[in-house]
Nanobody, 123 residues
């Protein structure tokens, strides 16, 4: 049974940084493609960053150069380092995982396993 637990969210001023972590159970991060999505009120959930099983990374344009996704196979965690945060980054952030190949790593439909989210508020 796969479970994903996010942590690290909080409130920060614009320009600040946060580091989100995803701690999966029931899977090995080296065998799964992992991603971070976000959703703000009234908007669709969007892919923010992903790291595939082959370690290829992908980012949505609005976070390129500011966010970095990484995975630690020894600690079995996936992190999202978020720098230079903007008010528009405010959202609930979700961790997602998928064992099958993900041709579109930032697409919602590619992932079967989801966490419950952690809130990020930038003011």
């Amino acid at each position: 049974h796969v479970q994903l637990v996010e942590s690290g969210g909080g409130s920060v001023q614009a320009g600040g940084s946060l580091r989100l972590s995803c701690a999966p159970s029931g899977l090995s991060v080296s065998d799964f493609s992992m991603a971070w999505f976000r959703q703000s009120p009234g908007k669709e959930r969007e892919g923010v960053a992903a790291i595939r099983r082959d370690d290829l990374t992908a980012y949505t344009d609005s976070v390129k150069g500011r966010f970095t996704i990484s995975k630690d196979n020894a600690r079995q965690t996936v992190s999202l380092q978020m720098n230079s945060l903007r008010v528009e980054d405010t959202a609930m952030y979700y961790c997602a995982a998928e064992p099958s190949p993900v041709p579109q790593p930032l697409a919602l439909h590619e992932y079967r396993h989801w966490g419950r989210g952690t809130q990020v508020t930038v003011s």
